[in-house]
């Protein structure tokens, strides 16, 4: 059994391997390239005349690691921040928390009213189209350096109020299509806002403590001790209803105040990077396109055009109330558009309770609609330069004109 799930792990590393080096050569973000691969070569590809490539199984080891790469790329995030920033920004961050949030909103719920589904119904396909995934955004503004740009201090606060907010929204949409009833809604409400304050408090006054937990000469014992406080608090989380994500960043941000940011970058990048990885090639496993077909297809071809546009103009609307400039916000808008993880969980969620287009439609749509807006997303924010000149070369073009007349 060990000898098989060894074999199985090593194809998936080489794998990855094989199409970043790919996409590397080609000048493409590599977050698609291991999306795809995980879908070419995963237990859902696709038979092409006839012959399948599906090597490769999921197991619980991808989902662990992949749980791993979500942390850390959060974890990651909070580092570059600290808790007085994002306390000091707050009323900022409300407004574009809710611009992000009534635009993106709205337009799941129309979706949902259009084509007929209930109430439920309409509450799943509007959080699955309403939040950006946090990794996929996290990891693309770090490989394209976006990271220390005035932009993304936009994209990263909304990200955060996102992720309450589905906090919030996962408490309730459980307990109510589980059965649990208000009662449980609102326990469950009160102790994920609970713990997130928690965590907000030990980021604001924790630092002596925190300080001396990472003060260890030692390389080995540093990344053992920084991994699993990250993991710990990311399953606490889990468990008690919150995401881990949002408990990831606020663990980053306590570390933040500390001295041990250099060190923390410089060891754990490449865990970062390898978990990551195997998230991305998670996503491809999930996705079968061979569900993706009626109802699930019109919706996701709908959905795709509609909410790229909308996460564009409310990233567009929130930089330029933040203070950005007009390419500044543009490039918030972009670095939105991606989504993931979050709506992998809905998908699962909808198939637990297995009635009607919850069991028949959402899942297929919500793995089609990730796969599409995650690889998207990435070749958006990619190609933002060309955009950018294409923008900055129409006031060129139209004194032209004017003086031509």
Known sequence: MASGLLLEAGLA????????????RLGQSVIPAYIVIGLVVGPNAPEVAGVSFAVLQRHEFVDLLAELGVVLLLFFIGVEFSIDQLL?????????????????????????????????EVAFVTGIVYISSSAIVTKSLIDLGWVADPEAEVVLGTLVVEDLVIA????????????????????????????????????????PVIQRALAVDSDELFVLTTLGVVALVGGLALQLG??????????GTAVSATDAVHRVEKLLSPARDLFAAIFFLAIGFQTDLGALSGTALTLLAVAVVVTSASKLVSGYWSGLRYGLSERRARRAGIALVARGE???????????????ALADVIPAFAV??????????????????????????????????????
């Open 342 to 356: 979050f709506s992998l969980v809905l998908a699962a969620l909808a198939l637990e309770v297995g009635t009607g």
């Open 168 to 207: 919030v929204y996962l408490a309730v949409l459980s307990a109510l299509v589980l059965g649990g009833g208000g009662g449980a809604a609102l326990s469950a409400v009160a102790i994920a806002l609970g713990f997130i304050a928690v965590l907000v408090v030990v980021a604001r006054v924790g630092t």
């Open 368 to 405: 089609g609609y990730v796969l599409a807006m995650s690889v998207l997303g990435t070749v958006l924010m990619k190609s933002a330069p060309r955009f950018e000149r294409y923008f900055e070369e129409q006031p060129a073009e139209t004194d032209e004109s004017v003086e031509g007349a």
């Open 242 to 251: 919150v995401s881990e994500a949002v408990a990831a960043f606020f663990v």
């Open 88 to 120: 000091a920004n707050r009323e900022r961050l409300a407004v574009i928390g809710g611009i992000d949030l009534v635009v993106n909103a709205a337009v799941g719920v129309a979706i949902g009213l259009a084509f007929g589904f209930t109430p439920v």
């Open 13 to 24: 590393i080489t794998v990855l391997a094989v199409a970043g080096t790919l996409a590397y």
